[in-house]
T-cell receptor, first 113, second 112 residues
């Protein structure tokens, strides 16, 4: 079974803190993604990566950065957390391009106070 | 970029059919997916349709695609309480694209 594991289910951080969300996949997938999920807005793509050290901006990259030093690990970084970044964050991975299933982690619910 | 629209909520009685609708804007979408999210979980692929098909059936699930109107629907026959979840439509646009664009999701509530 493909497994995408996010390091935390719940996080509470203070405004201005630097926050790291970690994601690991065990299926040698090329692609990894970070989405945020908000009620009524669905999933919005923050960043994705199609190879080690490669990254592309998604639809809402402002206030976020990412790191992919190893193929299996993709980190989302909030440089200075703000209350409007309170959300559910979902990591996903997939193989290649075209018709390919995306596998999702359980999500990290981040609250910034 | 791609815009994907879904209604936010649908309530049905157990045993009835459910129809979840989706409209999208990118006419070059090649594959169109339906994902399901159960409470407290990530998303799981439910089914998909290739853009050269009009219909795909998979047990209780029927996917209909109207490319002219850019309209996708998911029909669940004999809806069960275990089908209660959020359903997301996600087209994959243009060749070579790797990231899915998701709709807002439709919360399906099944009344016993």
């Amino acid at each position: 079974d493909v497994k995408v594991t996010q390091s935390s289910r719940y996080l509470v951080k203070r405004t201005g803190e630097k926050v790291f969300l970690e994601c690991v996949q065990d299926m040698d997938h090329e692609n990894m993604f970070w989405y945020r999920q908000d009620p009524g807005l669905g999933l919005r793509l923050i960043y994705f990566s199609y190879d080690v050290k490669m990254k592309e901006k998604g639809d809402i990259p402002e206030g976020y950065s990412v790191s992919r030093e190893k193929k299996e690990r993709f980190s989302l970084i909030l440089e200075s957390a703000s209350t409007n970044q309170t959300s559910m964050y979902l990591c996903a991975s997939s193989f290649g391009e075209g018709n390919t299933e995306a596998f999702f982690g359980q999500g990290t619910r981040l609250t910034v106070v | 970029g791609e815009d994907v629209e879904q209604s936010l909520f649908l309530s049905v009685r157990e045993g009835d059919s459910s129809v979840i609708n989706c409209t999208y804007t990118d006419s070059s979408s090649t594959y169109l997916y339906w994902y399901k999210q159960e409470p407290g979980a990530g998303l799981q692929l439910l089914t998909y349709i290739f853009s050269n098909m009009d219909m795909k059936q998979d047990q209780r699930l029927t996917v209909l695609l109207n490319k002219k109107d850019k309209h996708l629907s998911l029909r669940i026959a004999d809806t069960q309480t275990g089908d209660s979840a959020i359903y997301f439509c996600a087209p994959l646009g243009r060749t070579g694209r790797r990231a899915l664009t998701f709709g807002s999701g439709t919360r399906l509530q099944v009344q016993p």
